[in-house]
Nanobody, 124 residues
Framework: QVQLVESGGDSVQAGGSLRLSCTASRYTSNNGYMGWFRQSPGKGREGVAAMNTANGDSYYADSVKGRFTLSQDTGKNTLYLQMNSLKPEDTAMYYC?????????????????WGQGTQVTVSS
């Protein structure tokens, strides 16, 4: 059973930074895609950033381009999301996802494995 465990969520002020981590168990991080999605109350799950872990190609939502950056440590089976210049609208539960076969990297329905989420709250 694949397990994805997120960490790093916190409460910060606008303009601050956070780094989220997603560690995969029984899933090789350089196999297929891993990504971050977020969901606020009353809204659907939004694709934030995703990476083809085999070659490092990364994809970002327009709303986070230039502020968020993905990186991976294949030795630790961990995907990181560095979030800078945080805004109140970034407030959400952030979920890590993974799947060996993904055609549309920022579409949540493409992913079969999900973590439990980590809360990010940005105050103005």
């Amino acid at each position: 059973q694949v397990q994805l465990v997120e960490s790093g969520g916190d409460s910060v002020q606008a303009g601050g930074s956070l780094r989220l981590s997603c560690t995969a168990s029984r899933y090789t991080s350089n196999n297929g895609y891993m990504g971050w999605f977020r969901q606020s109350p009353g809204k659907g799950r939004e694709g934030v950033a995703a990476m083809n872990t085999a070659n490092g190609d990364s994809y970002y939502a327009d709303s986070v381009k230039g502020r968020f950056t993905l990186s991976q440590d294949t030795g630790k089976n961990t995907l990181y999301l560095q979030m800078n210049s945080l805004k109140p609208e970034d407030t959400a539960m952030y979920y890590c996802a993974a799947d060996p076969i993904v055609l549309i990297p920022l579409r949540a329905a493409q992913y079969g494995y999900w973590g439990q989420g980590t809360q990010v709250t940005v105050s103005s």
